[in-house]
């Protein structure tokens, strides 16, 4: 028997008598009570511990998730000093549609109109946004929901950016659009129109406005143009980065055949810095005055005449000037640079202007519709600036323009005044002029002339002449 036991059998030193079953139930109880109280402990600590595990474990879980999460959403985005979930940026696109207003477009795409008055103000000074062009386009920028870009294209030449600086200001700037530049050569064969042929080499309208410009003086194209006439040109191209559309810059060089006769025009720049175009000799291709005052020359309706029958008089009465057909509407040009002397009725001319263009000559258009936009008394104009445009008033049958030109304060003929030339190449770079006439010359003349590998001897023998098409020549097989 153990000491324990002894010790259990005894009562106050004293021994007790106990049966044997009770004896043996004692001893084992004490060998269990250990084992119980330990099993009851390590519950207990399993019971503490494990809900910690598990929430810990949880939350370790959601951090990875979220982090995996953002990193699909943005992976170009670095994580900024420990931060597990990266900044989600995207743009979205729109175009300006009819009746659009710069808030209709924001709140179109989804963007607060507490936004408005800020970008508003940020853009003042470089652009006036709610004055949006229908077809231009405009992106939005955010991060994490959050407006931080707009951008507007102006034109095809500048594009507005209002860019977020913090969470109250906003910046704006204008850039200019970086075209790339090419110089192309051209050549054509009248068969119906120079608009026509051009088109049909080209597909653009620009660089037959721009030669009828150069020639405006020596070539009547609604009149003088013959089938057959040809033209060679070498000019300068613009190409937008993004859209990949062109535009015409400059025609450097152009030689024009009409009815056989050559007529060749040079870019060159002045002594004085002023850029025009030259004949070979020096002198100017453009005049003083334009042939016409419009872009093109309209038909004549009524020519200069000291005896015409008057439609709405039914009387003879002297036209002095040249009446041109043209719709209601049509921009009406300055035949040259000049100061405004009236503008306003006059009589039966209806709306009118006069301009005086130097001493000697001035130059009226009666019948407007209505004025260009600034246009005052005492105000200058220059030659080809929109001035009015073609209406009925006054005494008129129908719209057209009533074109008048004086000298020395008298009517003359418009179509057979003589006017003067435009300034010559100066004497100090006229030697300048002449190398660049003559470079640009040698060039107009090959276009469209097949190149050939000249001949070369070997062992006597003389190699066959190998043809070379020029880049602007088509592959048409066969």
């Not at 009562?11 to 043996?24: E, F, H, I, N, W």
């Not at 005052?293 to 040249?322: A, D, E, Q, W």
């Not at 129908?398 to 020395?408: E, I, N, T, V």
């Amino acid at each position: 028997m153990t000491n324990d036991l002894k010790n259990l059998l005894t009562r106050d030193g004293k021994k007790v008598r106990y049966s044997r079953s009770a004896v043996r139930k004692a001893g084992s109880l004490g060998r269990t009570l250990p084992l119980i109280l330990f099993a009851v402990s390590v519950l207990i600590t399993i019971a503490l511990v494990d809900p910690f595990e598990k929430s810990e474990q949880a939350s370790t879980g959601n951090i990875s998730s979220a982090e995996t999460d953002s990193v699909r959403l943005s992976a170009q985005e670095p994580e900024d000093e420990g931060v597990l979930a990266a900044a989600v940026s995207y743009e979205l696109e729109d175009k300006v549609k009819n009746g659009d207003t710069f808030e209709t477009i924001l709140l179109r795409n989804g963007i607060k109109r507490d936004y408005l008055f800020p970008l508003l103000d940020a853009a003042r000074d470089s652009h006036n946004l709610n004055r949006v062009v229908i077809g231009r386009q405009l992106k939005f920028a955010f991060v994490d929901s959050l407006l931080t870009r707009v951008v507007y294209e102006i034109d095809n030449d500048r594009t507005l950016s209002v860019t977020r600086e913090d969470s109250v200001n906003w910046q704006a700037a204008v850039k200019e659009t970086q075209y790339i530049e090419n110089v192309r050569e051209l050549s054509g064969t009248i068969e119906s129109s120079l608009y026509q042929t051009v088109m049909d080499s080209y597909s653009n309208p620009e660089l037959a406005l721009k030669l009828s410009e150069i020639y405006a003086w020596q070539i009547d194209f609604h009149n003088d143009i013959r089938k057959g006439d040809t033209f060679r040109l070498i000019f300068r191209e613009k190409i937008h980065p993004e859209k990949q559309t062109s535009k015409v810059d400059d025609v450097l060089a152009a030689l024009f055949v009409n009815d056989g006769t050559e007529i060749y025009g040079y870019r060159f720049m002045n002594a004085d810095s002023t850029v025009d175009y030259f004949e070979p000799d020096g002198k100017s291709l453009r005049r003083k005055f334009l042939r016409s005052p419009f872009n093109y020359m309209p038909r004549i309706s009524s020519r200069y005449n000291p005896r015409r029958f008057h439609p709405i008089l039914k009387r003879y009465r002297p036209h002095l000037g040249v009446d041109y057909a043209a719709p209601r509407g049509t921009p009406v040009l300055s035949l040259g640079d000049g100061k405004v002397i009236k503008r306003g009725w006059n009589g039966g001319f209806g709306n009118y202007i006069l301009i005086r263009h130097n001493g000697m000559f001035s130059t009226g258009y009666g019948h407007l519709s209505g004025y260009a936009r600034g246009l005052k008394v005492g105000g200058r104009v220059r030659q080809g600036e929109v001035i009015g445009y073609v209406g009925s008033t006054g005494l008129s049958t129908g719209p057209h323009l009533d074109f008048r030109f004086f000298k020395d304060g008298k009517p003359v003929n418009p179509l057979k005044v003589d006017i003067p030339a435009g300034e010559p190449v100066m004497a100090e770079v006229f030697a300048e002029f002449e190398s660049y006439r003559d470079i640009m010359k040698r060039r107009l003349d090959r276009i469209g002339q097949p190149l050939f590998v000249p001949p070369v001897a070997t062992n006597g023998v003389v190699p066959v002449r190998i043809r070379i098409a020029r880049p602007e020549e088509k592959n048409t097989g066969g």
